[in-house]
């Protein structure tokens, strides 16, 4: 015939290999496919921790039926602690072991009259359990938050962790602490006050009043009386409240004043509470010329050379029905080397000021020394007699360091 001749067309090797595994792998993933499709999964069958218990086989089983603790307020510095307890719940024994705890927080020994010890690791047999006694302790006030970690042999719960919170408080508080008096008349007559929480378990009994240095302490005076319940509940967590009540009395040397009232408490220890009283005497008498800060009620004379010394000049200055009864005279003088010299009063104007020069030497070849006015270098100072009735003494702070 003249037509084309027909034939069957052989697929070559690679194509049967394709067809062969699409098919194996349809029957593959489908025999599985069906099969889940009539039996769904059963519970137990899939544990994505991969602690699938089999049955028949004893586990222990930790039981903590609290893991938390709030303590609600505690003095800072004071030391608490508290109980936990662990249970074994399960059918084999149960190891618990000590883990790592936060720097305030501190885990006794396991406490329990069950099983054995070692190392800090106890084994509680079924039924058996144990108390986890925190200790801790308030190192500084605000919130506080702790935690100790145990680990146990329990598959299901390998990681135990504690947790003690609360506040912290101080062991006692002033509002204010420091006493503040902008202006103090020398026939004084001021008052002012300051309130002292405590936070101990039971209201502070107060022991003493007192102040560190005597001088000027006739001219300060300083009483207490208890706060009401109404003010001790105003303050978070205070358990009890002193009032501590100051006044200035008349005759109080003009220029700066600075007292500290000691307030020796008992709550139940033993503690010393502070208050700071600070302000500036005025009065008929006052200070002018160069060097004097009146901002800061002291002479600067700065650091010198004890190779050359320094000599200047200020003035007292007296004034009201009293200014002629002024003779200043020197009492004494920090650093001893200096060197007062007290000029005539004569009369400025009219003549209603009666003005004195003071003329501070400190010689060549004084001794090196630190009075500068820092905490560990005091201010030096000169002090005067006045004469002035209301005003007899006058204390100048002098800021001044002597160098070789």
């Given amino acids: 015939m003249g037509g084309r001749s027909m034939g069957v067309r052989v697929p070559g090797a690679w ?7 699409a098919v194996g792998a349809m029957f593959g993933v489908g ?93 509680l047999p079924p039924g058996g359990a144990a108390k986890l006694l925190l200790k801790w302790r308030g190192k500084t006030g605000g919130p506080f938050r ?75 005076s300083f009483t207490t009386a208890p706060l009401s319940a109404e003010e001790i509940a105003a303050e978070r967590g205070a358990t009890g409240g002193i009032l501590l009540e100051v006044e200035i009395l008349a005759g109080v040397p003009i220029g700066p004043l600075r007292k500290t009232a000691q307030i020796d408490l008992l709550v139940p220890d033993a503690v ?32 010198i050379s004890g190779r050359t010394g320094v000599n200047t000049q200020v003035f007292l200055t007296a004034k009201g029905p009293h200014r002629d009864a002024v003779k200043p005279v020197v009492r004494d003088v920090v650093p001893a080397s200096m060197q007062v010299v007290v000029g005539e009063g004569k009369p400025v104007g009219s003549g209603a000021v009666l003005r004195f020069p003071l003329v501070i030497t400190i010689p060549a070849g004084s001794a090196p020394c630190n009075h500068l006015g820092s905490t560990q270098a005091p201010a030096g100072r000169i002090v005067l007699d006045t004469g002035h009735p209301d005003s007899p003494t006058m204390t100048i702070p002098v800021s001044v360091a002597v160098g070789p």
Avoid at 15 to 21: E, G, N, P
Avoid at 180 to 192: F, Y
Avoid at 196 to 205: L, M, R
Wanted: contains cysteine.
């Fill in 15 to 21: 194509s049967v290999v394709a067809v062969a595994l």
């Fill in 31 to 123: 025999t599985p496919l069906l099969r889940a499709s009539i039996r769904p999964w059963r519970l137990g069958e899939f544990d994505p921790a991969g602690l699938r218990m089999e049955e028949g086989i004893a586990v222990p089983k930790v039981d903590a039926p609290s893991t938390q603790y709030a303590f609600g307020t505690m003095a800072e510095g004071g030391n608490e602690t508290h109980e936990f307890v662990i249970r074994n719940a399960g059918d084999a024994p149960l190891k618990i072991t000590r883990g790592a705890t936060s720097c305030s927080c501190t885990v006794s020994d396991f406490e329990s009259t069950e099983g054995g010890e070692t190392n800090g690791e106890k084994l």
């Fill in 146 to 220: 702790q935690q100790a970690t145990v680990f146990t042999n329990d598959p299901r719960r390998p990681e135990i962790v504690f947790v003690v919170e609360g506040f912290v408080v101080p062991v006692w508080k002033a509002d204010p602490a420091s006493i503040v008096l902008t202006s103090i008349p020398s026939q004084g007559g001021v008052k002012a006050s300051s309130k002292i929480f405590t936070f101990g378990k039971e209201p502070a009994q107060v022991a003493a009043v007192s102040t560190p240095d005597s001088e000027t302490s006739q001219f300060v």
């Fill in 272 to 303: 010393r509470a502070e208050v700071t009283v600070e302000g500036t005497v005025s009065g008929d008498l006052a200070l002018a010329g160069q060097g004097w800060d009146s901002s800061r009620q002291v002479l600067q004379l700065g650091t």
